[in-house]
């Protein structure tokens, strides 16, 4: 299920992302609705540059991300550690632990410094591309310094779908890789960011950065360099939101499903 791991890389690095900025003592509750546009050299993201559109419920510690023609559907669990990536059409799922999420970037991490030290015995030449081809992020994975996240606010103010936004930057390094136009109408929890944190999938101290920031990401756009020149975008905008009780079936795993491998999925 390529579709399903798109949208959970996604939803991770929105959460990610987004999430850690906002540090309110009521939280928003309720679902919205946005549209996403992402581009991608990866098998693993939509090459396809139209919108696609989403439903997103949220509560404190949980998210639901799914297809508006309900196919195909993220569930992110924090009490349970885990995240299920669910296709309905097929009746299959696949599900990833805090702890599958860890080995994974640490197996990641492995490879690439594996492949440092293979690259420093290279004619140099040689060397250059393989630096070109694995770009300045894979360059930072090898090397052991990990996602280091910085945010910088900006005084850029913007009107999007009716609300007031004001920009952040977000940093990795010294490239920005993501902006975001915050309204303060509403505000989001900061568990997830926090819950990765712990797990050292992120690096940097996000929280005196961002402790004052308050806030609703509606719009957000991200790219990362990926290599070669080529890059990862993804935009993803905020259409409506309703804040209401959100009941705590809508992210329980639906009865019926197969479970199934991640490489299994097409």
């Known amino acids: 299920m390529l579709k399903n ?22 939280t928003f509750e309720g679902y919205w609705e946005q549209t996403t546009k992402s581009n991608s050299p990866y098998q693993t993201f939509s ?50 632990t805090m702890s599958d999420m860890k080995a994974q970037m640490n197996k990641a991490n492995e490879a690439m410094q594996k492949m440092q030290k293979q690259m420093e015995d290279m004619p140099p030449e040689q060397r250059k591309m393989m630096e070109k081809m694995m770009g300045d992020k894979m360059k930072s994975m090898a090397s052991g310094e990990g996602m280091n996240i910085t945010v910088k606010k900006t005084d850029e103010t913007k009107t999007i779908n009716g609300y007031n936004c004001r920009k952040i930057v977000y940093y990795s390094g010294d490239e920005p890789i993501m902006d975001i136009w915050l309204t303060d109408k509403y505000q989001l929890g900061s568990e997830f960011v926090k819950s990765y944190a712990q797990m050292g999938l992120i690096k940097g101290d996000l929280s005196e950065a961002t402790k ?51 490489n299994s999925f097409q």
Do not use: C, H
């Open 47 to 96: 090459k396809s540059k139209g919108d696609e559109a989403q439903r997103v419920y949220y509560k404190n510690g949980k998210m639901k991300i799914e297809d508006k023609d309900g196919g195909n559907v993220v569930i992110m669990r924090l009490d349970k550690e885990v995240t299920w990536m669910i296709d309905k059409k097929k009746g299959v799922y696949t599900e990833m």
């Open 212 to 262: 004052n920031m308050k806030g609703f990401p509606i719009k957000s756009e991200m790219q990362m360099d990926a290599g070669m020149g080529k890059k990862i975008e993804s935009t993803t905008t905020v259409t409506k939101i309703v804040p209401t009780s959100v009941s705590d079936s809508q992210f329980e795993l639906p009865k019926g499903l197969k479970k199934t491998e991640m």
């Open 5 to 26: 791991l798109r949208i959970f890389i996604i939803a991770f690095i929105g959460i990610l992302l987004l999430g850690s900025q906002i540090y309110a003592q009521e």
